[in-house]
C-alpha cells in the first residue's frame, strides 16, 4: 500500500514562506522520483518541482529561484521550501510519486496581499 501524507500548508502573506512536507510509505524511497505539483481554481494542475532518486531537480517557470525542492531518503519524505510567496502561488498543493497514480491528499497554501 502507497500512501503519501502532506503537511506544512497555511495561509501567509505575501513575501512569506512555508515549508510543505510529504511523507511516504508503502513504496522504495530512494528508487523513485518525487515531485510537486499545485492547481489553483479554474486551472490544469502544474507541475512545481519534482527531484529525482539521483537529487537531480527541475522546477516550473513560474517558481524558479523561489522555491526548492529536497529529499530524505532516510525518512521518505520530500519536502517543499517555498520562499518569497506571491498571491498566485495560492493553490493546493499535491505530492506524487511522478508518473504514477500515486498521489497525497493536498494541502492548501493561501498567500494574501
Known amino acids: 500500500q502507497v500512501q503519501l501524507v502532506e503537511s506544512g500548508g497555511g495561509l501567509v502573506q505575501a513575501g512569506g514562506s512555508l515549508r510543505l512536507s510529504c511523507a511516504a510509505s508503502?513504496?522504495?524511497?530512494?528508487?523513485?522520483?518525487m515531485g510537486w505539483y499545485r492547481q489553483a481554481p479554474g486551472k490544469q494542475r502544474e507541475m512545481v518541482a519534482i527531484?529525482?532518486?539521483?537529487?537531480?531537480?527541475n522546477y516550473g517557470d513560474s517558481v524558479k529561484g523561489r522555491f526548492t525542492i529536497s529529499s530524505d531518503n532516510t525518512k521518505n519524505t520530500v519536502y517543499l521550501q517555498m520562499n518569497s510567496l506571491k498571491p498566485d502561488d495560492t493553490a493546493v498543493y499535491y505530492c506524487?510519486?511522478?508518473?504514477?497514480?500515486?498521489w497525497g491528499q493536498g494541502t492548501q497554501v493561501t498567500v494574501s496581499s
Open positions: 506524487n510519486v511522478v508518473a504514477t497514480r500515486y
Open positions: 508503502g513504496i522504495i524511497f530512494s528508487r523513485k522520483t
Open positions: 527531484i529525482g532518486p539521483t537529487g537531480g531537480t
